[in-house]
């Protein structure tokens, strides 16, 4: 059933945990389209067995079979094994599996309107303080405190997102405004960024983008690249609001850390020689 709803449009997955979430998808399909041939049968048959001009004076007392019962009880029992049996189970691991930062890439996204901001640790893992009254939207979009410890070799980017592939990965998510939603389809990743808040998702991803890519070939996600989405409306730029993610090889994930803290450490080169100037 998971290979018809790929032909039918559902998205590859390409995480650990998207694999039990499309096994549910699978199952509520496969129910949703026994009721609906069953009731269609059911619908047709009445139509043409109680059709006004075959029981014009035909006095009706109403079914007198339990059947009818008997089938919503069967269906009602299936949708409670499973919300019980797998969507419970599946919520439960969302929220509590949530890995620690020490066992994982720790991220944290700022949504804004109309933007992801994706800010990194650096090298030493930690992150550095962030304060509102930081926040630019041109320079400091997250907020982040240079003079704070362990912010010296923090840095941001803006619509991009860069994780390794077979890693865990842990994102904080909180939001600059308004309530956004964080959305990175492949990896069934979907989490509500409310102000105020800062809500954990995790997530593995099993293939690299280049792997993805050649996934759709022939298809008509070929040569489109993996998308971060909004899919809270959130205002009158939301169309726009889409960033891109990029899940690497081990290799390559640390050579674009690498290309990260060059560009920083050029930065800081400027400033200082600014100040030296201005001195």
């Keep these: 059933m998971i290979d018809i709803l790929h032909k039918l449009g559902l998205p590859i997955?390409?995480?650990?945990?998207?694999?039990?979430?499309?096994?549910?998808?699978?199952?509520?399909h496969w129910l949703m389209l026994v009721l609906f041939v069953g009731w269609g049968l059911f619908f047709i048959v009445?139509?043409?067995?109680?059709?006004?001009?075959?029981?014009?004076?035909?006095?009706?007392?109403?079914?007198?079979?339990h059947l009818s019962s008997l089938l919503e009880a069967v269906v009602a029992v299936i949708?409670?094994?499973?919300?019980?049996?797998?969507?419970f189970p599946i919520w439960a691991a969302r929220v509590t599996d949530v890995p620690t930062p020490d066992e994982s890439i720790h991220l944290r996204v700022v949504a804004q309107q109309f933007a992801w901001n994706v800010h990194y640790p650096g090298p030493d893992g930690k992150f550095g303080d962030t304060r509102a009254d930081l926040v630019d939207e041109q320079e400091n979009p997250v907020g982040l405190d240079r003079s704070s410890d362990n912010a010296s070799d923090d840095f941001y980017t803006v619509n991009q997102l860069h994780v390794p592939v077979d890693k865990k990965i842990r994102i904080d998510l909180?939001?600059?405004?308004?309530?956004?939603?964080?959305t990175l389809t492949e990896l069934r990743v979907k989490q509500d960024a409310i102000p105020g808040m800062v809500i954990p998702v995790h997530f593995t991803a099993t293939m690299t983008s280049d792997e993805f890519?050649?996934?759709?070939?022939?298809?008509?996600?070929?040569?489109?690249?993996?998308?971060i989405a909004c899919a809270q409306l959130c205002g009158l730029g939301h169309y726009r609001m889409r960033g891109f993610f990029t899940v690497h090889d081990d290799g390559g994930y640390q050579s674009w850390l690498d290309e990260q803290a060059e560009y920083l450490e050029e930065?800081?080169?400027?400033?200082?020689?600014?100040?030296d100037e201005d001195w």
Excluded: C, P
Excluded at 46 to 65: E, H, I, M, P, W
Excluded at 213 to 227: D, P, V, Y
């Design 267 to 275: 930065e800081s080169g400027e400033d200082d020689w600014g100040d």
């Design 46 to 65: 009445s139509l043409v067995k109680f059709r006004a001009s075959k029981n014009a004076k035909a006095d009706y007392t109403g079914v007198k079979s």
């Design 174 to 182: 909180t939001s600059l405004d308004v309530i956004h939603s964080f």
């Design 213 to 227: 890519l050649k996934t759709t070939i022939g298809s008509k996600r070929e040569g489109k690249s993996l998308e």
């Design 79 to 87: 949708e409670i094994v499973i919300l019980f049996g797998f969507g």
């Design 13 to 28: 997955n390409m995480s650990v945990q998207g694999a039990a979430i499309d096994e549910i998808n699978a199952i509520v």
